[in-house]
């Protein structure tokens, strides 16, 4: 069993850290559909989180649960991994999203971004509502922690200002190999002039809405690049396209929402934990994979009813 990071509390008395976020902040998210960059964390706690991811790599080469450590990475993470629930639950990260969404706070998933160095793994433009069965909702944003230096070398994100005032538009499914997307899911024509890059320092974090365009290109640095994205939601946010959904209370109360309930994991892969992770999965998939004319091996469950394996690298 490896050590797992140590509790979050000290960070929101930090220096700059926690008491949300400034009146032009809220304006300039607002107006814009995105906020970069923002402290979530120290560069000490940072680079100690980051030895705690590469600790999990080390210690779960092996396929826990069935599954390789990546898919628990992308995919709901802070369902069997304390370390990903324990840094949703950051106060200083938490009071800067209660600034937006409110004082009622959930999460539905955390994942982990990564791209090695010198790869020419890419995310292209897309907005993340467009398969998560929420609908258009307001309710909903994504707080993006860097965990290395996410430079623009790096390939760090990069929005379309404004551009959250669109409904849902058009994605073309991909599937191409080098987009860390489950479908390569494309938005076409954007006007690469107007993107505003969004780099970020160990332990800076930036904000987008579900609906804003964004996408981010291929790590030309040294280093790997790793951010942390921690998807939140307010109770109010309803699944409209299936099964009921799940999320993690953070903040706050859940007033009898649609939501199902979960807890956070106490040490990492637990039988129980895993057996949630399944079942979860199995909800998801139905409308994370839903209509897809190829496989989405994220949403594969174990009866392989979301599409088989054969995509390599549609992760
Ligand atoms: O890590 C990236 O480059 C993109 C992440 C992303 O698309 C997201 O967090 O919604």
Redesign the pocket.
Known sequence: MIAQASPMAEQATEKGLGGGLTPQQLVFYRENGFLSPIPAFTSQKARALRASVEALEREYRSAPGGRDLNQYFRVNGHVVLPLLAEMARTPAILDAVATILGDDLMVWSV?L?I?EAGTAKI?SW?Q?LTYWGMGETDEEL?A?IALSDVSREA???RFIPGSYKNAIVAHQDTFDADN??SRGQEIAGIDEGQAVFGALKPGEMSF?HGRTF???GPNRSADRRI?V?IRYVTPHVKPVDGPADYAMLVRGQDHNSAWINIASPTRPFEPHSLKLYEEILAAQAAVLAGGAEGAVSLYETKTGEAGSRTTEGSI
């Open positions: 994942e971004f791209k995310v897309h993340d994504t993006w390939g760090c994100m860390l997307l987008h964004h996408a981010s951010g994205a």
